[in-house]
């Protein structure tokens, strides 16, 4: 672990050292900060069979930007620092969940040039791990770097830390044009950096209009566009396939039916339970006859990771309109944001663009000085599947994760208890540099296991499913 620091420390100043040591560049510390987080997840499930009620977890750690600038045009950008934490859920029987670990943290690392006038440039460009935040959401929401197509999950928070965590940092460049003071539009060109398959590259186009009472913003992203091996992003797995016969959609995966069976059958369907077992015993039949006839053997179509993405936001200032000394500046505002992951249909798993919408409204609070933020957000994502990309890393294909209660089974025509999702965040400066942060919310938290492993899905997938958690923040 204390290698991992200093690996990211001595990297941050050997990076700033080698490119602008000379007498021409201003290097400075920008930004320090240390926090404690701690909370109780109340109720969260996690691996199928890893329930959790209020068990208690708590992360500490520290951090440092850097900033160095050559004339007016060059600057570099480094962030980094460490955390420790421990493993999401604890298990009694495993005692690598009850230890702390501790991890290097980088926050950013990035170039920027401004091109023409460092005042209003025509353009600039950031080049390296950037840090995208384009909202006013708190937790939910941000949706154009923290969804996916094919399969479609939704991302709260980060492995480190949970509250007040919004954004994402993208890898690759984000090229900026500001044509007013009303009218900005940026293109981004980004690597694929959390979810199977690695590396693929993306294209992403957002414009932004900006008014003193009203935003707006449109973005859409054509993701996986260029894939770095296709046979992953599209692959060519037998249980990838899908296929039309006598004008109805099967899957050669037979374990959808399988666990849809289970599903139905838990649920006190046997009719239903019954149907699913006749299907997989019918498309395992054809799937024997064409290895020996491919004479009627139909086209195989695939399903694929790559998807196009659009992205819609909007928000207004009743605190501009009201326009009273005693409201702050964004104090006062409704914002929403909703995003289609992916606008092509599927067969079996994707047939409708409604179950793979997200919508989310916040509302930003006056409390007159009371508290420095009061925030709600509340979501709706009515997807039949669980929130998550484990079936994509596991079993690399592009298919949602229909098998995630192995003991009771899946069904899909009675998962709605995970659609809804709700936030309330608040914080208070109790004295300068020294901030009190508390986040109740029912969203995506996922956890993160003895084995360092990263949760692939939401652990609150229920609607009694919740946590709370504050933060303590010191900063210079």
Not at 184 to 201: I, K, V, W
Request: hydrophobic letters at 40%.
């Amino acid at each position: 672990m204390l290698t991992k620091c200093k690996l990211v420390f001595l990297l941050g100043l050997i990076c700033f050292s080698a490119i602008f040591a000379d007498e021409d560049t201003e290097i400075k510390f920008k930004k320090a900060n240390v926090f404690y987080e701690f909370g109780n997840i109340v109720n969260a499930v996690e691996l199928d069979l890893d329930t959790m009620e209020n068990q208690w977890t708590q992360r500490f750690g520290g951090k440092f930007d850097l900033e160095a600038h050559r004339g007016d045009n060059l600057s570099l950008y480094f962030g980094a620092g460490t955390i420790f934490w421990h493993a999401i859920p604890e298990i009694a029987t495993q005692t690598n969940t009850q230890v702390f670990y501790g991890d290097g943290l980088l926050t950013k690392a990035y170039a920027h040039y401004k091109f023409g006038d460092p005042d209003e440039p025509v353009v600039d460009l950031k080049l390296g791990a950037i840090p995208v935040r384009y909202s006013m959401s708190r937790n939910l929401g941000e949706y154009m770097f923290r969804t996916g197509t094919y399969p479609c999950y939704i991302i709260t928070g980060n492995p480190f830390t949970t509250v007040n965590v919004a954004g994402a940092m993208v890898l690759g460049t984000q090229l900026n044009h500001n044509i007013s003071e009303m009218f900005s539009h940026s293109l981004f060109f980004t690597s694929e950096r959390s979810s199977f398959p690695l590396h693929d590259f993306s294209l992403t186009y957002m414009a932004n209009l900006n008014t003193p009472i009203i935003k707006a913003g449109f973005g859409l992203q054509l993701n996986r566009l260029i894939p770095v091996k296709p046979s992953k992003t599209t692959p060519t797995l037998e249980k990838n396939k899908y296929f039309k016969y006598e004008g109805e959609w099967y899957t050669s995966n037979l374990e959808y039916y399988r666990f849809n069976s289970m599903g139905s059958k838990t649920a006190g369907d046997t009719a239903t339970s019954l149907m699913w077992d006749s299907t997989r015993a019918f498309v395992d039949s054809l799937l024997d006859l064409w290895d020996t006839n491919t004479v009627t053997k139909p086209t195989m179509e695939k399903f694929t990771f790559q998807g196009i993405k659009p992205v819609l936001t909007a928000s207004i200032d009743f605190g501009a309109i009201i326009g009273s000394d005693i409201i702050r500046k964004d104090e006062f505002v409704l914002y929403t944001e909703g995003v289609l992951m992916g606008i092509k249909d599927y067969p079996i798993f994707y047939e409708k663009a409604s179950e793979r919408i997200a919508w989310m409204a916040g509302i930003n609070i006056p409390t007159f000085g009371l508290l420095t933020t009061l925030n709600a957000e509340v979501e709706y994502y009515p997807s039949p599947y669980v929130n998550g990309y484990r079936t994509a890393r596991e079993g690399k294909r592009p298919h949602p994760d229909f098998d995630y209660k192995k003991i009771d089974g899946y069904n899909p025509d009675d998962w709605t208890s995970d659609d809804l999702k709700w936030s309330i965040f608040l914080d208070r400066e109790i004295t300068k540099g020294v901030a009190f942060q508390a986040q109740i919310a029912s969203d995506h938290l996922r956890g993160r296991r003895g084995s360092r492993v990263v949760s692939e899905n939401s652990i609150l997938v229920d609607e009694s499913h919740w946590y709370y958690m504050a933060k303590i923040d010191i900063s210079l």
